[in-house]
C-alpha cells in the first residue's frame, strides 16, 4: 500500500518536518508496520518533488527515535511504534499488548533476599526480612524495552519462572485472588550504567526513564515495590492534567 504523503510548501514548518510527522503518524496508527519497507529514498523524493538531503534529513529524525532503522542490503525499515503508557494501574506486559507489540520476558532473578532498607519502607516490612526479587527483561518484537525489578513480600504468592516468562506479574497477582487497587508512583530519567546499557542495547551514559512503583490492595497493604527503567525512545508515559477549580 502506497502511503498518501504531502507536503506544503506555504507553511513555515520545514518540509523535512512536515514528511517525517506524516511518516511517524503512519507507524503510530499502524499504516506502516513493523518490518515494513520504507521505500527508495530518491523514488521518495521525487515522488514528492523533495530534495534527496530533505528526506535523508526526515528519515534520519525518526531512526533517531527508534522508529526507523537502516539495515544494510535491506533498506529502511519500520522497527515498531513507541508504547505510550497510560498513567494508570496497568503492567508494561498489557501495555505491551494492547499496542500490539507481541510482549516477551526474559527472567534474570527469581529468588528470597533480605530486605533493604528502601524495600522494607516501601513494602511495611522489617529490614531484613525475607522478601521475593524478581529481575525480569521485558521486551517487545525481539528489542529489549525495558529492565524490571520487583520486590513482593515473601508469603504473597508462588512465583515460578516459567509462568512469569509467559504473562505478566499483575495477571498472576489477581489470578492468585490479590485485587491490586492503588500505588503510589515517581517516574525520573537518568544515565545507563554499563550493565544497564548492555541489557537494554544503548550506550554507556544514554538517557534512560525511570519509574518507581509500590502498588498496594483493596486492603491497604503494599503488596509491590517495582524499580524500573525504559528506553525513552521505545517508551514513554502519557499524562492527563487537569485545572483545579
Given amino acids: 500500500m ?22 511517524e503518524a503512519a507507524i503510530e ?19 514528492l518533488g523533495l530534495s534527496r538531503p530533505t528526506v535523508r534529513q526526515a528519515i534520519q529524525s525518526l531512526v533517531d ?11 529502511t525499515q519500520v522497527v515498531h511504534s513507541q508504547v505510550k503508557r497510560p498513567l494508570e ?20 532473578v527469581n529468588t528470597v533476599v533480605p530486605a533493604t532498607a528502601e524495600v522494607a519502607a516501601a513494602l511495611g516490612v522489617a529490614e531484613g526480612d525475607e522478601v ?3 529481575e525480569r527483561l521485558r521486551l517487545a518484537h525481539g528489542e529489549p524495552m525495558a529492565y524490571l525489578c520487583n520486590h513482593l513480600p515473601s508469603n504473597l504468592l508462588d512465583l515460578d519462572t516459567a509462568q512469569l516468562e509467559a504473562t505478566g506479574l499483575y495477571r498472576l497477582m489477581r489470578a492468585a485472588g490479590i485485587t491490586l487497587h492503588s500505588a503510589r508512583q515517581s517516574i525520573g530519567a537518568r544515565a545507563a550504567t554499563a550493565a544497564e546499557a548492555e541489557r537494554l542495547a ?26 524500573h527503567i525504559y528506553r525513552p525512545t521505545r517508551y514513554s508515559f502519557e499524562f492527563q492534567l487537569l485545572v483545579r477549580s
Fill in 29 to 47: 496508527h499502524g499504516s506502516l508496520t513493523p518490518g515494513s519497507l520504507l521505500g527508495n529514498e530518491i523514488e521518495l523524493a521525487a515522488r
Fill in 202 to 227: 544503548e550506550e554507556e551514559g544514554a538517557p534512560l526513564l525511570t519509574m518507581q512503583r509500590t502498588t498496594f490492595d483493596d486492603t491497604g497493604r503494599a503488596v509491590e515495590f517495582g524499580d
Fill in 2 to 23: 502506497q502511503l498518501e504523503l504531502r507536503v506544503d510548501r506555504s507553511s513555515p514548518v520545514p518540509l523535512y518536518f512536515q514528511l517525517s510527522q506524516q511518516l
Fill in 65 to 75: 527515535k527508534g522508529l526507523l532503522v537502516r539495515r544494510r542490503g535491506v533498506g
Fill in 132 to 134: 521475593r526479587r524478581v
Fill in 89 to 108: 494501574l496497568s503492567s508494561l506486559y498489557d501495555d505491551l499488548e494492547a499496542a500490539g507489540q507481541r510482549p516477551a520476558t526474559t527472567v534474570l
